[in-house]
């Protein structure tokens, strides 16, 4: 190791954070972000996160020494293929082993063959058949979409009214390519933490657990998004909790995978719900988190290159992962109107932020006539560690608070619900 040339695939929130993080280690000599944002400016390259053939002749041409993709899209589009058939060493899971996020119905299958404890489900491709069920079933229930739908694609309907609609929703297209099949879940009650886990095809290590704030709103109301806010550690979080899930969901699902001939390197996500029967799966991702990996990098004591380039030679056993003990708290701001219809072009004026607990991870950014402005949806993830989750919250909001960003969409009560 040592005088790397690295490519990181992504724009987004997640792809500055680990930028960030990658950027601090020794065994770098060169990083590029493809196409990055305003925040990763310093490495960016204008290819698209999509186009796989340009990413390939870009990483040979530049004699890239580990690619690592961001986001699910190409990993679901096969570009960890594409990258070994070209003989580039590549972090993330094949086109095969990436339908554990691309296709909600296979998840479902591996974690039946893997004896994995999750919700009971069914999937349909009529609306009449699933109509059907649902009034058998009743409401609350939760219906998906079965592709990819940028984290979307859920609809949790609490009502029969809402959830005939959803069937319809999803099956006539209101999502897509992703909603031609639907699965139907029971709705399952408890709470959410995510944990994500370093791969290497036989051995995992969990990163640091997480909670995600997916609602828009203050008091998880509101629609849907992507992601408002994570903090790390979760209070709920134990170390038996994680042993558990290490040992009854992780390990297990390696193996269906190994067994299947498509073994899983990357980033394994679980999306847990922690209920009174004890753990149970709600899904999986196939790559780091938006707005996880905000959090977890800023907790990570290791260097990440190293872990990296041990789970694409299968040697994850001997690689060392440390962990700080302080809280971090990562709070989203999006643009006005998110994560409905929203505005773009919003001009943003950033502080100098002078101490090392906290850093303003861009997502949604660009540079218009030498001035920062808002590109996307969710724009910046304001991050902050502190000694506990109290100091984490002030120190991120103080930033928050700094930042102009006119009209800029937040929540004030990511991580409250860990105090």
């Not at 704030?213 to 408002?228: F, W």
């Not at 380039?309 to 003990?325: F, S």
């Not at 930033?399 to 991580?415: C, M, N, S, T, Y």
Request: glycine share 10%; net charge negative; aromatic share 6%.
């Amino acid at each position: 190791m040592g005088n790397l040339r690295v490519l990181i695939i992504g724009n987004g929130g997640r792809e500055h954070a680990l930028a960030w993080k990658l950027a601090q280690s020794p065994d770098l000599e060169r990083l590029f972000v493809a196409p990055g944002n305003a925040g990763t400016v310093l490495w960016n390259v204008a290819i698209s996160a999509q186009d796989i053939s340009a990413l390939v002749a870009f990483a040979l041409k530049e004699t890239i020494d580990l690619t690592v993709v961001g986001p699910e899209d190409p990993l679901s589009q096969g570009i960890v293929d594409a990258f070994h058939k070209a003989g580039l060493r590549i972090f993330g899971p094949t086109q095969a082993a990436a339908q554990l996020e691309g296709s909600k119905s296979f998840a479902k299958i591996i974690m039946e063959s893997a004896k994995i404890p999750t919700a009971k489900w069914k999937t349909f491709e009529d609306n009449e058949q699933a109509k059907t069920y649902v009034r058998t079933i009743g409401a609350p229930c939760v219906l998906k979409a079965d592709g990819l739908a940028a984290g979307k694609g859920v609809i949790v309907a609490m009502d029969l009214e809402t959830a005939l609609q959803a069937v319809d929703e999803i099956l006539e297209g209101g999502f897509g390519a992703a909603g031609k099949r639907l699965v139907i879940e029971e709705f399952l009650t408890g709470q959410e933490v995510s944990l994500l886990c370093f791969c290497d095809g036989e051995t995992a290590f969990p990163m640091a657990p997480v909670q995600d704030h997916k609602r828009a709103l203050e008091g998880d109301l509101g629609l849907n998004t992507g992601g408002m806010g994570t903090y790390s550690p979760p209070p709920i979080w134990t170390a038996e909790i994680e042993a558990n899930v290490m040992r009854d969901f992780v390990a297990p699902t390696l193996q269906v995978m190994r067994e299947r001939g498509t073994p899983f390197q990357g980033v394994l996500f679980l999306g847990l719900i922690l209920t009174e029967q004890g753990p149970k799966l709600l899904e999986y991702n196939v790559r780091f988190g938006d707005p996880e990996t905000q959090v977890v990098m800023k907790r990570l004591e290791s260097d990440l290159l190293p872990i990296l380039w041990a789970c694409t030679e299968g040697r994850l056993a001997e690689a060392q992962l440390a962990w700080k003990e302080d809280v971090a708290v990562c709070v989203v701001m999006a643009a006005p109107g998110y994560p409905a219809a929203y505005v773009k072009g919003v001009p943003i004026h950033l502080p100098e932020v002078k101490n090392s607990d906290s850093v303003i991870f861009h997502a949604g950014t660009g540079i218009s006539e030498g001035q920062l402005v808002s590109t996307g949806g969710r724009v910046l993830g304001v991050t902050a560690e502190g000694k506990t989750l109290h100091e984490a919250r002030q120190i991120a909001y103080a930033l928050v608070d700094q930042i102009e960003f006119p009209k800029a969409h937040f929540r004030r009560d990511i991580g409250v619900k860990g105090l």
